[in-house]
């Protein structure tokens, strides 16, 4: 791994210039150039301080980027799940999405279809309503999203999902960990 390269990426996708991320770090901004151009090796006191102002961790620097080669998923890619107790159908959007940052599925609410209680997690949830309508239930409130809504919460309380309409109703939900 190219230290200095990994620097430049993380400081341009940050919008700064190299004198506004010297002036973060107390560096100049030829220190900045030289860390950069690899020809200087930070401190590791001085990475620390680059890589809080950078808004990263060490891990995080040091991991491998993930080579995500495919970029568009067709619905031969997808993978389909139906449950006739629950009244439910889940389509994976992205295949092995549970080993990626965030997981999106496509949930078809059958009549007084209901899909799974989850237990608190760190996981954020975003949830845009397709059709008809879903009760949101998350610890002992429960909310009402209608097609055209969009839902968001963290799931650090138990919660789950049903259907609220008469018909068919039909969400895209995205997850930030696997838990489904």
């Known amino acids: ?62 991991d491998e980027p993930k080579k995500n080669v495919q970029v568009v998923y067709s619905t031969d890619n997808q993978t ?24 999106p599925v496509h949930i078809t609410f059958h009549a007084q279809g209901e899909f799974k209680k989850f237990e608190p997690s760190l996981a954020e949830t975003f949830i845009y309503v397709l059709k008809g309508k879903v009760a949101v239930i998350i610890g002992n409130t429960q909310h009402i999203a209608s097609k055209g809504d969009a839902v968001y919460y963290d799931a650090s309380e138990h919660h789950c999902l049903s259907n609220a309409s008469n018909g068919t109703s039909e969400i895209l939900l995205v997850a930030t960990e696997s838990y489904l």
């Open 1 to 62: 791994m190219e230290i200095g390269s990994r620097i430049k990426s993380l400081r341009l996708k940050k919008g700064l210039t190299q004198e506004e991320l010297g002036e973060r770090t107390d560096l100049t901004k030829g220190h900045i150039s030289q860390l950069e151009r690899n020809l200087n090796s930070p401190s590791i006191e001085t990475l620390f301080a680059l890589l809080e102002v950078l808004g990263t961790t060490p891990k995080d620097f040091f």
């Open 80 to 103: 389909i799940y139906s449950d006739d107790e629950m009244k439910y159908s889940i389509r994976w959007l992205v295949p092995r999405s549970n080993e990626n940052d965030m997981e």
